[in-house]
């Protein structure tokens, strides 16, 4: 793997930092209501300020929000952190989501045209994993997210594996 500017953390929301069904976070993420939300995030900020990593979100529930709209109702410390987003997974219908991308190929796309070297992904699902970038794919369980130590624990050590490859 070539040297590397900023490893990229692709992420996913709900399954991951908040319960799955939970829907649009609420405008203050400071609130007792925005923290319980926001239940797993302390967890993440822990390791993007130590490893340094900027956030890509890979989330459908940016079909609800734009992007900024989004990212002003997360807690700061990862707000400040994400630099961009994914094209979403598909089309919102009257009878729910037309799928028209597995969360691999649109974020592929993206590392493409950003020409990403260090980056992984947190999600709760893998659709359409190539085998040689399935363990940058960190799974979580969708009931525990973060809260569960073993994505942690395989968090932390693709985060160590690709901060060798950042240049100083």
């Known amino acids: 793997m070539k040297n590397c500017e900023r490893i990229r953390i692709f992420l996913n929301i709900e399954g991951v930092l908040v ?3 939970a829907g649009l976070p609420p405008i203050d ?3 007792d209501e925005g923290r319980r939300y926001w239940r ?3 967890l993440l ?3 993007v300020n130590r490893f340094d990593s900027a956030i890509v979100l890979r989330t459908s529930l940016l079909l ?3 992007l900024d709209g989004f990212t ?3 807690p700061i410390e990862l707000a400040r952190r994400v630099e961009g987003a994914t094209e979403p997974i598909g089309k919102p219908r009257m009878s729910g989501l037309l799928r028209t991308a597995t969360q691999y190929e649109v974020i592929a796309r993206y590392v493409r045209a950003k020409r990403f070297k260090c980056w992984c992904v947190l999600d709760d699902r893998e659709e359409g994993w ?3 970038n399935a363990w940058r794919l960190i799974r ?3 009931e525990l997210g973060l809260s569960d130590d073993s994505p942690l624990s395989q968090l932390w050590k693709i985060l160590e594996k690709l901060q060798s490859n950042v240049k100083s």
């Open 140 to 142: 979580t369980n969708p």
């Open 64 to 66: 609800m929000l734009p």
């Open 29 to 31: 993420a400071e609130s």
């Open 40 to 42: 797993w995030s302390p």
């Open 45 to 47: 900020i822990d390791l």
């Open 130 to 132: 190539s085998r040689d």
């Open 19 to 21: 319960p799955c069904g």
């Open 72 to 74: 002003s109702r997360m």
